[in-house]
């Protein structure tokens, strides 16, 4: 009797029709070559802003991995694992069709790697891990419209994550997002540091990682920045917002007060169109796509209304004139 549902599923998989083959998706290959490369390091003023498109239809990612200190909140010097020495890592900017040229070179103290969740690609080809000393090189065509996450997929995740490795892609839908907006980048993100002995630096506590009780929640790598720097939006413009939540545990539950979502993308994603939403529910390793005008000049606060989180950080104030 036991053997049943599995004789039912058997027979269910080999009536439904099969999947569409997914023929125009190139193989992925990956070549790891001895030395490093330059790359130039990423200012953490841009974290906000998507890049534009490049000209032409291949997307160069040069990406240095880096143990730099970084401030994650007021008095917090953080030891982090970065992309290009900067948490999160650059925002990437594609649009479907075009191939994504990866260039990872590791001049970090460990080994690291990195999982693109806008590709198609074998994790243990694309996604493996690089010694220190060592460059990856892979190319993806980007096949899906969407805010997606970049990370570290070295084990222990948590870890790779909890310390900083992790960043934006977003790829167009082949005919862009639709009306001109005001565009904003944001990923959120959680940190658990805990003092280094003898130091005023702090590094990532794995127990309290794996706890989930976070000590700083941040947009964009700083707890509180756009509090101290409100972004300036403009009254009746619309204003577009792509929102990934790194986690690595929290999920988000973005919100703007003062006003409604007039459309949202779960994923970012055209096809999974939502319509005045109040709160935007981002997983971790997810992302949305959501676009909000103002009627009058004021502040509005953004946050996650999970609010422990909020006050621990994730808070900042669109400025609007
Ligand atoms: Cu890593």
Redesign the pocket.
Known sequence: MRQLPILAALAIALISPAAAPAATVPPVTAQVTDGTVPVAPTDPATLDRLPPLPRGHTVYVRLA?IDKVVEVAPGIKYRA?TFNGAVPGPVIHARVGDTVDVTLTNTASMG??IDFHAALAPPNIAYQTIEPGKTLHFAWVATSPGAFLYH?G?PPVLA?ISNG?YGAIIIDPAAGWGRAAQSFVFVQSEFYPKRVADSDEYEGDLEKMLSGVAQVVDFNGDAFRYMMKPLHIAVGTPVRVFVIDAGPSHFSAFHIVGTLFERAYVDGNPANLLRGMQTLAIPPGGGTVAEFTVHQAGKYPFVTHAFGDADAGALGIFDAH
């Open positions: 991995l694992w690291h790697s570290c070295t790779h490795m």
